[in-house]
């Protein structure tokens, strides 16, 4: 008898719960993955697998890993490679430099497993709906092994590429404009707020001009309620704008916008804002404008 298709999801957070629920939604034999139990009963409340990575690797066809970074990552793939069947594949999700992104290609391919670079973008709500974007690259074979998952999750797979490296390039690129516009946002709220102006109406009037954005039009409701529930964490884009910074340094490329938004998000973490929604940033530019928000 042949075993049924069988994914895991390691890291079941903001995205990779929903991701795994649209898995188990399709009928696909699923697994969650999380240190935390109370996302473990998350997703076995609705009828998941659970178990340890151990214990289950060897029955997978794709391992995604929906982890913060990269470090998180390696430790996952290290504990898999000689414990997964040759053939199936480990798609990495998190926001990672290229030159990691080959180097764990490398690692997987040594041990006869396919690897797909594949960073994720959409948020919570998508990836509950199973409407995320995949900016993937690999072999074809990887994405043939993965395709039913990713037929689940994704509502677009951008095949970037038959070897790892431009998956993960294009994440930063759009994780720089990502925390620029997070930042752009806080900074145009606050600024109406020094000029009388409420923050749902500079969200209500802005969002139909040019200068309005799909982050103002997401994160701009969380400063106008006062509602800094993570979706997204400060502390994410501490870290993913410092990789954006990073590789701008190594390419000798000048990135001033980066830089700004950068000291922005790390302020707001220090002031201990890190694991508040990255809205939160807002806090540092009413801070040092002298304005109060909602």
């Given at each position: ?121 959409g948020g919570s709500v998508k990836a509950a709906a199973g409407n995320i974007t995949v900016l993937a690259a690999g072999r074809p074979d990887a994405f043939a092994k993965a395709q ?39 900074e145009a709220m606050t600024f109406g707020l020094s000029q009388g102006i409420a923050p749902q109406t500079t969200l209500d009037v802005i969002s139909q001009c040019a200068g309005t ?82």
């Amino acid at each position: 008898m042949t075993s049924p298709y069988t994914i895991a999801v390691a890291g079941l957070g903001s995205m990779g719960l929903g991701m795994a629920n649209s898995s188990h939604r399709a009928n696909i034999k699923t697994y969650g993955i999380d240190v935390n139990p109370q996302q473990i009963e998350k997703f076995t409340s609705i009828g998941g697998l659970t178990g340890q990575l151990p214990n289950i690797a060897g029955e997978l066809d794709c391992l995604f890993i929906v982890v913060v970074n990269a470090a998180q990552t390696k430790t996952i793939i290290e504990q898999s490679v000689n414990l997964m069947k040759k053939g199936s594949v480990i798609i990495s999700c998190a926001t990672v430099s290229p030159d990691f992104a080959r180097q764990m290609q490398t690692l997987c391919e040594a041990h006869d497993l396919l690897y797909l670079d594949a960073p994720i973008s959409g948020g919570s709500v998508k990836a509950a709906a199973g409407n995320i974007t995949v900016l993937a690259a690999g072999r074809p074979d990887a994405f043939a092994k993965a395709q039913t998952a990713l037929d689940a999750m994704a509502e677009k797979v951008f095949t970037l590429g038959d070897t790892a490296g431009p998956g993960s390039a294009l994440k930063v690129v759009n994780q720089l404009l990502a925390g620029v516009h997070i930042a752009a946002t806080a900074e145009a709220m606050t600024f109406g707020l020094s000029q009388g102006i409420a923050p749902q109406t500079t969200l209500d009037v802005i969002s139909q001009c040019a200068g309005t954005s799909w982050m103002f039009e997401n994160r701009g409701p969380h400063i106008a309620e006062g509602d800094y529930t993570p979706h997204s964490a400060v502390d994410i884009f501490v870290k993913d704008m410092g990789i954006v910074c990073d590789i701008a340094a190594e390419a000798n490329f000048p990135a001033p916008l980066s830089a700004t938004a950068l000291e922005q998000f790390s302020a707001a973490a220090k002031a201990g804002h890190g694991s508040e929604d990255d809205a939160a940033v807002a806090k540092i530019y009413a801070k040092n404008g002298n304005v109060e928000l909602p």
